[in-house]
């Protein structure tokens, strides 16, 4: 992938556990000023495979994941401790640029947010033209891939220099989607990806995530435990900032540890 | 409904706040309506208080102006004082050369410095105190501007020049710009600065490509305003090009622009210099208009790139 930086000659290599995990998540805290909303957070990733965090709002789940890409330091006053190991290397390690972290995590947010001032071809070209890559023929090949890849093509094929904000709600966050994909990231973390969408547009978005693990690494967010039971294979049920339990989702589903995971499971608060 | 209906919810009866509601509203109600058709006329009147005296302008100028335009008006310089000949062709063109100038001089300037405000230096004492020089700048009366020009650039050059006029009209378009630019940058939601972090793109190339043309038409907007305000600024051109009934000759050398020239033509007693200042003024309110709309048209030109 020409567009990828050898980060790995960067920073200091971790030390392999006998395990391959993609995100090794360790002791990680993230602050807001002095209030720790995510608390000594130890969690592993496996690769090719959707995690999801559930759990109340304000639980900080979206904060652990903008953990995982040096967007949470974006905050004005917020910072974040710990260690996040991507493929062996530390992302807060001190000789990292957290710019070259983000060209490899991609990121899709709550609200689907195309650049209003680029058409649908654009916004999905955007992340590779401004990092550098002018190479016309291979933009092009990527825009289209990364469109098939987000189940986006066919409805967009024959309008790709149409505004991306002229696109549907759902149709809006797949190209979030396929923007992020055309980074060719291998970690991708989804914060609610589809809070802001009806059933349709959020059926799709599911669908998607099944069909992108077999490439991706997918780390996903969302208030909805039916949407988590059906996408994930993995999920972690963080509460008040901390980790409360994590394993296969089928068991915390079916046969949670913890009192605290059965009874928001079951619905009796959140 | 009666308080009984409520007396097994709780031991104390509650207020029926509806019928209260009710009553409270069917009182006020014919109040409320009065209110409602006095602003109503109330906004209307102040409509008409604000376009009807520059309606009237407008109308005077061209109905005084229009008969003075021709050719040899709009190309010539002026004939002999009173004679009613030549026209007003250098100071259509001092306008152009020291307004174009300036907005070249100012544009850059006031939009670099509010993306640095906006996106760069959101908080700290220096942002602080640019903010607010800029806003006092915005407010210092353009002869202050006209006689520090003319101590600083036309005395160290030794003449009355483009140059001094041009910076001096650029000093009172600057801070209008960087404000406009600044309150515009900072509409654009920050779910697109986060969408260009996220892909990895350097803060400059976020603002450069991203940012800046989510506010691209707010931004022109108030570089049409800052133009429009220089273009008929007078008093600090007396101060720095002086005015003449030549042509341009060189940026150093002084010229002539259309304030200045209506407000000499106005000083004659001469009823042939009223009319062409009548018509100079015309010309300069469709100068103004022609840019405006211009700028306008450019800006709103698609911005979608075809795929290659």
Redesign the interface.
């Known amino acids: 992938m020409a567009i990828e930086e050898p980060i790995e000659e960067k920073g200091q290599v971790v030390q392999e556990s006998t395990e391959r995990y993609k995100v090794r998540i360790e002791n990680v805290n993230g602050w807001y000023g002095a209030k720790r909303a995510i608390k000594d957070v130890n969690l592993n990733v496996k690769e090719k495979t959707v995690t999801a965090f559930i759990g109340p709002s304000g639980c900080g789940k979206t904060t652990l994941l903008r953990c995982l890409?040096r967007?949470h330091e974006?905050t004005p006053g917020a910072h974040a401790d710990g260690r996040v190991v991507v493929d062996g290397v530390d992302i807060y390690d001190k000789s990292i640029d957290p710019?070259?972290?983000?060209?490899?995590i991609?990121?899709v947010?709550q609200?689907p947010?195309?650049?209003?001032?680029?058409?649908i071809?654009?916004n999905v070209a955007?992340?590779l033209r401004?990092?550098g890559m002018n190479n016309?023929s291979i933009i092009?090949e990527i825009v289209e891939e990364s469109l098939r890849n987000a189940a986006l093509w066919d409805e967009v094929k024959n309008e790709?220099?149409?505004?991306g904000m002229s696109l549907s709600g759902g149709q809006q966050q797949r190209l979030?989607i396929a923007?992020?994909l055309a980074?060719q990231p291998e970690v991708l973390l989804m914060d609610e990806p589809t809070s802001s969408l009806d059933p349709f547009g959020s059926s799709k978005i599911e669908e998607l995530v099944r069909i992108l693990k077999d490439n991706v690494t997918i780390i996903i967010v969302t208030h909805n435990m039916q949407q988590a039971a059906r996408v994930s294979d993995f999920t972690a049920f963080m509460y008040l900032g901390e980790l409360i339990e994590y394993g296969s989702t089928n068991q915390i589903f079916m046969n949670p540890e913890k009192e605290l995971t059965e009874r928001y499971i079951s619905g009796k608060f959140g | 409904m009666t308080i009984d209906s409520n007396a097994n919810s709780n031991s104390k009866p509650k207020n029926n706040y509806r019928d209260i509601l009710q009553e409270t509203v069917s009182k006020k109600y014919r109040r409320r309506l009065i209110v409602n058709r006095l602003v109503t006329i109330f906004t209307i009147v102040c409509v008409i208080a604000a376009v009807v005296p520059l309606g009237s302008i407008l109308l005077e100028v061209v109905k005084n102006g229009a008969s003075a335009i021709s050719f040899e008006f709009l190309t010539q310089p002026q004939g002999s004082i009173g004679s009613g000949t030549g026209g007003i062709g250098p100071a259509i063109q001092g306008t152009i050369i020291v307004v174009g100038l300036a907005s070249l001089i100012a544009a850059p300037i006031g939009v670099l410095a509010g993306i640095y405000l906006s996106e760069f230096a959101k908080k700290g004492i220096f942002a602080d105190l640019v903010r607010f020089f800029n806003d006092v700048l915005t407010g210092l009366p353009s002869i202050v501007i006209g006689i520090v020009g003319y101590i600083v650039i036309v005395l160290s050059i030794g003449s009355f020049s483009v140059l001094a006029g041009s910076i001096s009209l650029s000093i009172i378009m600057i801070p209008i710009v960087v404000r406009v630019t600044e309150e515009t940058l900072k509409v654009v939601?920050y779910?697109?600065r986060?969408?260009?972090?996220?892909?990895?793109?350097?803060k400059a190339?976020?603002t450069l490509?991203?940012v800046l043309?989510?506010a691209?038409n707010g931004i022109i907007t108030g570089i049409v305003i800052a133009i429009s305000r220089i273009a008929g600024e007078t008093a600090p051109l007396i101060m720095t090009i002086l005015g003449t009934s030549l042509f341009f000759t060189g940026i150093t050398g002084p010229v002539d622009a259309l304030p200045l020239r209506i407000w000499r033509l106005a000083s004659q007693p001469y009823e042939s210099a009223h009319a062409f200042g009548w018509g100079s003024a015309l010309i300069l309110i469709l100068m103004i208009l022609a840019m405006s709309v211009g700028l306008r048209l450019l800006a709103q030109k698609r911005?979608?790139?075809?795929?290659?």
């Open positions: 890409n967007m974006m710019v070259i972290i983000r060209r490899r991609g990121m947010f609200k947010n195309p650049f209003p001032t680029m058409s071809f654009d955007a992340g401004l990092n016309k092009r790709l220099d149409k505004p979030c923007r992020a980074m | 939601p779910s697109l986060e969408a260009g972090h996220s892909l990895g793109i350097s190339k976020i490509f991203i043309p989510s691209k911005t979608f790139k075809t795929v290659n």
